[in-house]
């Protein structure tokens, strides 16, 4: 857990730079005043809120351990930014869809899910879409710059991997050579 900066094998983070998961030393830090950020000016408050983002993270890893991670990173060399960012939002899905397996397992297993909790995770992938966040950054929405996918698509992924449980439905690379 860090506040404005960290040290991490993939570098100097600040806390402009988010949540993020390294693959380099396979950590996942967790940056405190996006936190802070999500209750004050995302209007994503609660504890489930916070647990996608972590569950999103983690499900980087599951990536990298599955060595998805890696099959995406090989095409950044020769592809332009424009093609690569779509295979980024795929990437990105599929940790939302790994993150809402993660909620249905810890549902079943634990019985930790109270009252609206899918709904506070629920509205934290709509906050977070890039179609959001760059509506509200710079008052328009640029589709060839998203990394990330839209408010609807993380919604999507989110809800899916919790209503099925199933990780062999987390395909967000159907149609592409990955
Ligand atoms: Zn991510």
């Avoid at 936190?35 to 890893?61: C, R, S």
């Avoid at 991670?69 to 424009?82: A, F, G, H, I």
């Avoid at 950054?137 to 839209?150: L, M, Y």
Wanted: charged share 25%.
């Amino acid at each position: 857990m860090f506040r404005d900066y960290v040290a991490s094998a993939c570098g100097n983070a600040s806390a402009a730079s988010g949540p993020f998961y390294c693959p380099g030393d396979q950590k996942v830090y967790i940056d405190l005043s996006f936190y802070q950020d999500m209750q004050d000016k995302l209007n994503t408050p609660g504890d489930f809120a916070m647990a996608y983002v972590i569950a999103h993270e983690v499900g980087h890893h599951v990536q990298n351990l599955l060595g998805t991670t890696n099959k995406v990173d090989q095409l950044r060399e020769r592809l332009s930014e424009t093609e690569f960012n779509k295979y980024s939002v795929m990437l990105e899905l599929q940790a939302d869809f790994y993150a809402g397996v993660w909620a249905h397992y810890a549902d079943r297993t634990k019985n930790i899910l109270e009252e609206g909790d899918i709904e506070e995770a629920m509205n934290a992938a709509n906050a977070i879409g890039d179609d959001r966040l760059q509506q509200e950054a710079t008052g328009r929405v640029v589709p060839d710059a998203f990394t990330h996918g839209t408010s609807a698509q993380r919604m999507y992924w989110f809800k899916k991997g919790y209503d099925t449980g199933d990780i062999r439905q987390g395909d967000t690379f159907k149609g592409s050579d990955i």
